[in-house]
């Protein structure tokens, strides 16, 4: 890969270093809007800043890391509204309305953090001996780590959730829920953790859960985060692990805001030179679509063959979600643009005929007909979609037949 790539979305600037950095990032529409838990009913929080330990009179150490809540409300929110379409009087829908009810119940009592005990399918824990395990970890590395999870526990952004380890305090997963308006949107990414022996002198180990696909350019199809905060790619200053001040929370959150993001193609090195122009607009949009693909594919997966902790979160998760996901893929095989779908809605806010690819459009509509399987087998009412399912299948039976005719 070429070096020489200018900073706008190279991964060598892929970390959210300060309190600026993170309000450019959710004025570009960064859907990850933090909240603290003592007051999520009442206003939202727009801009972290770094953990600066045993800087202020916190007794505990700890300083606050978000700037005051505003009442501002981006359009952007992974919070979708639940203006579904609305169902005939057919007698199902009151069906609906109770599956609908009991997953969302079962949805928000999934606390965002909390500790577990079996660790035997998490990543670092299966590679045994040959990992740095903390076996008799010092008194200042237990107080690092517990400094994490309370920063973790007050302060992580809606769409994101963590669970440490009770015998295992060097492990933790995260499941990070892909920003509305981006290729990746209502996607479920999880990453295993492993805080190594000389944490924090040294950044976190990250693997992410990939299930074999590529569809960024910092996530390899073998695990491997190629982040600058990790030291896994190059950087400088803020955009480096700093021991004092950089922290799990940061890492997660840079994670969702910067490589998760709307046109991730500029992500490679040397190809953000090509930003904003003609070609390299085009290249960014063939890749979203690959992208969606492949993000589709991992839902599956993930819904499929959650981790463990994870399983009913994940059923509640597309539950919740499952025809906001089906909506998109019906608006893309219309023609809209991927990454356009915001919470329930389509906006192309992209001047010109940028509609999908007869290719991409294609590869969706067998997507499209397997979401409906598995959604329909976890309880999501799939009736109007099926319909759509129909019509397509009805379609390329009439364009075989008229080509057929033609020889």
């Known amino acids: 890969m070429a070096a020489e790539a200018s900073s706008y979305g190279s991964r060598r600037n892929l970390a959210l270093g300060n309190a600026d950095d993170v309000v450019k990032v959710s004025a570009a529409g960064w859907a990850g809007s933090v909240r603290r838990k003592r007051k999520r009913s009442q206003a939202q929080t727009v801009a ?17 890391i978000c700037e005051k809540a505003s009442n501002y409300s981006s359009n952007l929110s992974v919070g979708h509204p639940s203006d579904w379409p609305k169902h005939r009087k057919n007698g199902l829908a009151e ?21 577990v005990t079996d660790h035997s399918d998490h990543f670092y824990s299966m590679l045994g001996e040959g990992n740095d ?4 970890p010092s008194k200042d590395w237990v107080k690092r780590i517990q400094h994490e999870w309370k920063v973790l526990e007050k302060d992580l952004p809606d769409t994101i959730f963590v669970r440490v380890y009770e015998n295992r305090m060097d492990l933790l997963r995260a499941v990070i829920v892909g920003p509305a308006g981006t290729p990746y949107h209502d996607g479920l990414f999880f990453f295993d953790v492993s805080f190594p022996s000389q944490y924090p002198k040294k950044p976190p180990l990250v693997n992410y859960r990939s299930g074999g696909l590529r569809l960024n350019p910092n996530l390899y199809d073998d695990g491997k985060v190629c982040l600058s905060l990790l030291n896994t790619w190059s950087g400088k200053g803020c955009e480096k692990w700093n021991p004092s001040k950089s922290t799990m929370l940061q890492v997660l959150v840079s994670i969702q805001a910067l490589v998760l993001n709307a046109k991730a193609y500029f992500n490679e090195p040397g190809y953000a030179a090509s930003a904003k122009t003609l070609q390299g607009e085009q290249m960014s949009m063939a890749y979203n679509e690959n992208t969606f693909l492949l993000s589709c594919k991992t839902m599956l997966y993930s819904l499929r063959n959650p981790p463990k902790h994870f399983g009913d979160f994940a059923s509640c998760h597309f539950c919740k979600y499952g025809r906001n996901i089906l909506a998109g893929c019906k608006a893309y095989m219309d023609g809209a643009q991927v990454g356009c779908l915001v919470g329930n809605g389509v906006q192309d806010v992209d001047e010109g005929d940028k509609s999908c690819s007869t290719n991409f459009k294609g590869s969706l509509k067998k997507l499209f007909e397997e979401f409906i399987k598995e959604f329909t087998r976890i309880g999501v009412h799939c009736r109007e979609f099926q319909a759509q399912t129909w019509m397509l299948n009805a379609g390329s039976a009439r364009a075989t037949a008229s080509t057929t005719l033609r020889l």
Do not use: C, W
């Not at 972290?48 to 606050?64: N, T």
């Not at 997953?103 to 953090?113: L, M, R, V």
């Open 48 to 64: 972290h800043g770094i953990i600066d330990l045993d800087a202020d009179d916190d007794p505990d150490e700890v300083m606050r």
């Open 95 to 115: 069906d609906v309305k109770t599956v609908d009810s009991k997953s969302n119940e079962k949805y928000k009592t999934f606390k965002q953090f909390d500790t």
């Open 133 to 136: 395990v903390v076996t008799k």
